[in-house]
């Protein structure tokens, strides 16, 4: 399968605690998003780069969150001192900057249950 | 502000018939609309794609319409089937150099057999 990948797909923490997600995307997209997904709403846009620079942030993402893509492939998303409203699913998407049609191809998800 | 509003009531339809979904926003200046498939448990799959100069798109059963005037795209699966069945996104690209879309809350679809 050469889809969006995203690991892992579940995870329970204490709050406080630290975590780190993994995504990796399609291999020739060059364009890496990530996106928070709460129950009954839609993905909202979290940060997104292109190659290995991060080029835009949303306010949405406190100090807590970092995300990095260190050789313009796969991508990290950590989140520091975990709080109950930091749960949610997680998504990363793909997609290839230029191509045809600028459709995003989305991965699973990592769903975040802070406990 | 800005919204984007789609049904939030589930939309209940017989098998076989034509289901409309309907996206309305406000103070946005969209470049492009897409609409995507959602699972249970799963990352959403995008449908289509259509572009502020265009009205109309087509895919197979599925056909969305994009009116820049009143800031609303319909979308519609004709014949529809239950394995239809899912939530249905609408999202605006309102920057074209990123592409990064703003979603709307999504609306559930049930096609009864």
Redesign the interface.
Known sequence: DTG?SQDPRHKITKRGQNVTFRCDPISEHN?L?W?RQTL??????LT?FQNEAQ??KSRLLSDRFSAERPKGSFSTLEIQRTEQGDSAMY?C?S?L?GGS?????????T?LTVT | SQK?EQNSEALNIQEGKTATLTCNYTNYSPA?L?W?RQDP??????LL?IRENEKEKRKERLKVTFDTTLKQSLFHITASQPADSATY?C?L?IDGA?????????TLLAVQP
Do not use: C, W
């Open positions: 969006v364009r998003y996106y009954g709403q839609g993905p909202e846009f997104y080029l835009e998504l998407a997609s900057a049609v600028d459709e995003q191809y989305f991965g699973p998800g769903r | 984007i492009y897409q995507y448990g799963r990352g959403p799959v995008f794609l996104l999202a690209d990123t592409n990064k879309l703003i979603f709307g809350t999504g």
